[in-house]
């Protein structure tokens, strides 16, 4: 069945470090895919989203591209914040299942 | 426009016992899913709802259940709780055009602890 892999956490990064969060999914065909973010006793927030392969996502500073050759939508930072310390959901949504297929998250903490 | 809400946001339960979330999703939004998250499980999709109709269901037994009214408020239902309820329960709205479901935003979720 389809699903999603992301990297394993916690990564820990200094403040204005580069972040790369990794994450593939396996799926017959070509899902929308999103990232996500928890903050400490929240829901979810939509951080981006590309819906067709090469389509690129981004808003505040993150971003990640749809790559299908690789099966990738790896996310992004060039400088983080103490601020970006949560946890970072990849997923993937078919329109015909009408349901988010998440990854198991990544926390991310920012040291100053 | 105002987000996703849902009620209440804390629930202290015993086992056996039923319970009934709410959600309300945001304006012009008709279809709400439910989504189960625990730190083994991680986020796992229940069921979603349009149009007052079940579209889609995930892998969960019976006792979970859910509804929509006609205003596209949805609740969700468990049934003889046990232990392994304990969990996060994230309600998602999202606009819906013809045969395309949008982007699924979520509510702040209700923690529901069973004893």
């Known amino acids: 069945g389809d699903s999603v892999t992301q990297m394993e956490g916690p990564v820990t990064l200094s403040e204005e470090a580069f972040l790369t969060i990794n994450c593939t999914y396996t799926?017959?065909?070509?899902?929308?895919l999103f990232w996500y973010v928890q903050y400490p006793g929240e829901g979810l927030q939509l951080l981006l989203k590309?819906?067709?392969?090469?389509d690129k996502g981004s808003n505040k500073g993150f971003e990640a591209t749809y790559r299908k050759e690789t099966t990738s939508f790896h996310l992004e930072k060039g400088s983080v914040q103490v601020s970006d310390s949560a946890v970072y959901f990849c997923?993937?949504?078919?329109?015909?299942?009408?349901?988010?297929?998440f990854g198991k998250g990544t926390t991310l903490s920012v040291s100053s | 426009k105002a987000g996703v809400t849902q009620t209440p946001r804390y629930l202290i339960k015993t086992r056996g016992q039923q319970v009934t979330l709410s959600c309300s999703p945001i304006?012009?939004?008709?279809?709400v899913s439910w989504y189960q998250q625990t730190p083994g499980q991680g986020l796992q999709f229940l069921f979603e709802?349009?149009?007052?109709?079940?579209?889609n269901k995930g892998n969960f037994p019976g006792r979970f259940s859910g509804r929509q009214f006609s205003n596209s408020r949805s609740e969700m239902n468990v049934s003889t709780l046990e232990l392994g309820d304990s969990a996060l329960y994230l309600c998602?709205?999202?606009?819906?055009?013809?045969?395309?479901?949008?982007?699924?935003?979520f509510g702040p979720g209700t923690r529901l602890t069973v004893l």
């Open positions: 709802y349009f149009s007052e109709t079940q579209r």
């Open positions: 304006s012009g939004h008709r279809s």
């Open positions: 590309a819906t067709k392969a090469d």
């Open positions: 799926a017959t065909g070509y899902p929308s």
């Open positions: 997923a993937l949504f078919w329109q015909a299942g009408t349901a988010l297929i």
């Open positions: 998602a709205s999202s606009f819906v055009s013809g045969t395309s479901t949008d982007t699924q935003y």
